[in-house]
């Protein structure tokens, strides 16, 4: 199989993981026999080395300024991308090469750059959540999905940013080589999961962290850490040090969620996890993650996911992948 060439486009301020983290993907990623799937291109927009946000220092393969063969293209974010001069020069680039190129992938702000080339309009795209309201604004042809992780239309992908470039191109992967392949180059980079495009930028957790500024601020770390235990409104209540009656008017006002139903969403994400990397049965995960019965684990897992645990772990089981 001929690997399959992956541009990946920089520029002086970049982010260095918007860019490194596909390539490691996809340098990861194997085809039959273990070969290299994919070969990887950084084209930069002059010949010359460029340096990232972070202040590491790269050198480009290839430049804007030549013809170039690419099976897939990535443009990732930066501030400097969002400087008009770099910009304009981007976009115009990216109209006369798109059509020549399977797919177009953005992440974080580099939906800027592509954005600019009219490419998207009408089209479902997504961003890093900080910038989702400025990019509606400034591109009101597109339709913004703030809270997805990465979104499909048609040949352009857009990511939201940071880690999730990392999940789109693992997506990307699976389009190529299959779950398997996909799944065993997560292994190696030791991302514990396989992110849905789907699933939303914030954890549970996070999402608690960020919007807590009191005596709750906390409670989201431990309960994850506790999730076999007794995690009762009474209980939770008394770990925040705060009556029932309060305790669940409070939550339910800050967060828009009962008390139980963030507990349940807590469990449910790590028996997904359990499912895909440990070997237990489908009864020990629902008692390792302190489900009452099986049955009832079986229902509120299915009813979030729209599949049952076995059906899930058929498909993302990493020993299986790896294997």
């Not at 170039?68 to 991308?81: C, F, R």
């Not at 008017?249 to 440990?278: M, N, Y």
């Not at 390792?288 to 993302?316: H, M, Q």
Request: overall charge positive; aromatic content about 8%.
């Amino acid at each position: 199989m001929t690997p399959r060439r992956i541009g990946i486009l920089g520029y002086d301020n970049v982010t260095a993981l918007d860019l490194v983290g596909p390539a490691d993907v996809f340098a990861t990623a194997c085809g039959p026999g273990s070969r290299p799937a994919y070969e990887i291109v950084v084209i930069g927009v002059t010949g010359r080395p460029f340096r990232s946000d972070a202040g590491l220092v790269f050198t480009p393969d290839r430049s804007m300024r030549g013809p170039i063969e690419l099976d897939t293209l990535l443009v990732p974010g930066g501030a400097g991308l969002r400087e008009p001069g770099t910009n304009a020069r981007v976009a115009a680039w990216l109209r006369l090469v798109a059509g020549s190129v399977r797919r177009v992938a953005s992440v974080c702000t580099g939906i800027y750059g592509l954005a600019a080339t009219g490419l998207l309009d009408g089209r479902r795209v997504t961003t890093h959540w900080r910038f989702a309201a400025d990019v509606a604004r400034r591109f009101p042809r597109l339709r913004v999905e703030p809270d997805a992780l990465f979104v499909r239309d048609g040949p352009f992908y857009t990511a939201a940013g940071v880690t999730s470039g990392i999940d789109l191109s693992l997506a990307l992967v699976e389009e190529d080589l299959g779950p398997q392949a996909a799944l065993a180059a997560a292994r190696m980079l030791v991302v514990y999961m396989k992110r849905p495009g789907g699933q939303e930028q914030f954890s549970e957790p996070l999402r608690f962290q960020t919007q807590s500024s009191d005596r709750f601020a906390e409670l989201a770390a431990w309960t994850a850490g506790h999730l076999r235990g007794n995690l009762t409104v009474e209980a939770l209540a008394d770990r925040a040090g705060v009556c029932a009656r309060h305790f669940s008017r409070r939550f339910k006002q800050v967060f828009g969620a009962t008390p139980a139903a963030f507990v349940e969403r807590l469990r449910l994400d790590e028996a997904r996890r359990i499912l895909c990397s440990e070997a237990s049965s489908v009864e020990g995960v629902a008692d390792s993650v302190g489900f009452a019965s099986a049955d009832s684990f079986r229902r509120a897992f299915e009813r979030r996911f729209g599949v049952t645990p076995t059906a899930y772990r058929s498909r993302f089981d990493v020993r299986r992948a790896a294997s």
